[in-house]
């Protein structure tokens, strides 16, 4: 059994897609046509679900005729407003549910081309990608240096995660028709291209990915005032693309970069400001340019402070605190 979730490009530490986040996370590129026949065998209890995502379990009949299992996620996409007024003068069926004085609710069912709904598979999806859509207890961490020395470190060196979706990028191998910008300066350039929560059809939930260039940055933890080239450029020039192609200002961007990372490859995050994007949260979401000017302080900044950080009750990660009495 099987959840799905509009998290787009990332399943969390495991294979690409993610996000969301948030839903956030990181996966690699199982999305793809699906072949044969989807039988859903029933929703299992305590999936999680999201008010613009669904959830439901497949089990897909490949060409070999065997069940596979796969993750179907279902997003209704935002409104957009020049499409408001039509919906409203076309053929819409429109229930009425209450009415109480001035105010009424009503079941609008909307023509077919009023009511896209975005649909994404993971095909063939890992224990990885099924255990990430069970609702689970959540609990922060509180990381000192020495932990991500002692626990986390050695537990990403100890993992296989899969990121060659990413050197596919940076590489032109696929999505080379997606770029919005890249600078291709070995050490401080990146690749701007739209996250696949993002349909592009309108600037609600805006959300590109910024992914760098170099491949020796994992994350928020590597980072020092070496890099500061590289934060600036990203923050600078993406803020410049995306007021070039789609008319947003910088000051209606979110730009951030999470810790924990969906996948360990450095990348930064830019969302409508106006759009609660999976993953954005306290605990999770560190501003760009907060990062930059604490860099700026103290080169050594994320090498000296704690970090705090969520993670679900089934995640290895987990188990390694638990076991060295940090949690």
């Known amino acids: 059994p ?60 490949g060409p070999s005729g065997e069940d596979t299992d796969a993750v179907l996620i279902l997003e209704k996409t935002p409104f957009q407003e020049e499409k408001i007024e039509e919906l409203l003068k076309k053929h819409t069926k429109l229930e009425l549910q209450m009415s109480n004085d001035i105010y009424s609710t009503y079941r609008l069912y909307p023509p077919p081309e009023l009511s896209e709904i975005k649909t994404t598979v993971v095909y063939p999806a890992t224990e990885k990608h099924l255990q990430k859509y069970l609702r689970q207890e959540v609990h922060l961490i509180r990381e000192s240096w020495e932990d991500y020395k002692n626990i986390t470190l050695p537990f990403i060196q100890s993992q296989s995660f899969s990121i060659q979706w990413v050197y596919n990028i940076l590489e032109k191998k696929a999505e080379a028709d997606r770029i919005i910008h890249e600078n291709q300066d070995p050490c401080n350039g990146f690749v701007l291209v739209p996250d696949f929560k993002w349909n592009q059809n309108q600037l609600d939930d805006l959300y590109l990915i910024a992914l760098i260039q170099r491949r020796d940055v994992k994350s928020l933890r590597d980072l020092t005032g070496e890099h500061l080239p590289l934060l600036k450029n990203i923050l600078q020039e993406g803020k410049e693309a995306i007021g070039k192609r789609f008319g947003v200002p910088g000051s209606q961007l979110r730009i951030y970069l999470h810790y924990q990372p969906s996948y360990y490859h450095l990348h930064v995050h830019f969302t409508a400001l106006g759009y609660d994007a999976p993953g954005s949260a306290v605990e999770r979401a560190h501003l760009l340019a907060d990062v930059i000017d604490n860099l700026a302080l103290d080169s050594a900044y994320y090498q000296k402070r704690a970090l705090t950080f969520a993670l679900r009750a089934d995640e290895p990660l987990l188990k390694k605190f638990q076991e060295a009495g940090r949690v």
């Open 2 to 61: 099987l959840g799905a979730e509009g998290t787009g490009r990332g399943l969390r530490r495991g294979p690409r897609r993610g996000e969301e986040e948030a839903a956030g996370i990181s996966q690699p590129r199982g999305l793809g046509p699906v072949s044969g026949g989807c039988s859903p065998p029933g929703v299992p209890a305590g999936l999680r679900g999201a008010p613009r995502a669904d959830f439901r379990p497949l089990q897909v009949t």
